[in-house]
């Protein structure tokens, strides 16, 4: 089945420094999501691409649907503390008459004040 | 206004027994995912229903696992019998659109240990 490969597992930066990770497939996926989670509590949804090429942002966040439908990825702006977390992505796509998710392996961020 | 309700917290359990977990999703919300997280295999998408209606349930990875929907304000999902590797953080998540993962609200989980 469909598979995600994100990078990197980890990240560990200083407040301020911009923050980039990625997931690619070789599959094609009709939309990308990426999540955070916190420890203790349940993902929580950042941003949704929904066509190939299309750049989002929301905030400090961008994150861009590559233009293959196989990759796509996320960067952070400016880190703060508060963005610490497990970053996920997701890839959406229609198998057999229902919608079906994949999702990453996550990317560890740990912010140092 | 209150969002996903799951419940238990935390469970612990000895293999062979059955385990109940309970979702209340948010009011109004017609469609109730049910998802396991674990360290070697990530988020997985168990289950899903619309309107109360099992939609896709591929995700599902033994006939021990079962999960139901009764009504709009209630899914159970059941393990019968447990084992040990069935150890992992449960995750229920609602939402009101129709594309699997846009916009799902999820509950704190259900952080489940099978000794």
């Known amino acids: 089945g469909q598979q995600l490969n994100q990078s990197p597992q980890s990240m560990f930066i200083q407040e301020g420094e911009d923050v980039s990770m990625n997931c690619t497939s070789s599959?094609?996926?009709?939309?990308w999501l990426w999540y955070k989670q916190e420890p203790g509590e349940g993902p929580v949804l950042l941003i949704a691409l929904y066509k190939a090429g299309e750049l989002t942002s929301n905030g400090r966040l961008t994150a861009q649907f590559g233009i293959t439908r196989k990759d796509s990825f996320l960067n952070i702006s400016a880190s703060i503390p508060s963005d610490v977390g497990i970053y996920f992505c997701?890839?959406?796509?229609?198998?057999?008459?229902?919608?079906?998710?994949?999702f990453g392996k996550g990317t560890k961020l740990t912010v140092n004040p | 206004d209150a969002g996903v309700i799951q419940s238990p917290r935390h469970e612990v359990t000895e293999m062979g027994q059955e385990v109940t977990l309970r979702c209340k999703p948010i009011?109004?919300?017609?469609?109730l995912f049910w998802y396991r997280q674990t360290m070697m295999r990530g988020l997985e998408l168990l289950i899903y229903f619309n309107n109360n209606v099992p939609i896709d349930d591929s995700g599902m990875p033994e006939d021990r696992f079962s999960a139901k929907m009764p009504n709009a304000s209630f899914s159970t999902l059941k393990i019968q019998p447990s084992e040990p590797r069935d150890s992992a953080v449960y995750f229920c998540a609602s939402s009101l659109a129709r594309r699997v993962g846009d916009t799902q609200y999820f509950g704190p989980g259900t952080r489940l240990t099978v000794l």
């Open positions: 599959s094609i996926f009709n939309t």
């Open positions: 997701a890839g959406q796509w229609y198998q057999g008459g229902s919608e079906k998710l994949v």
């Open positions: 009011s109004g919300h017609d469609y």
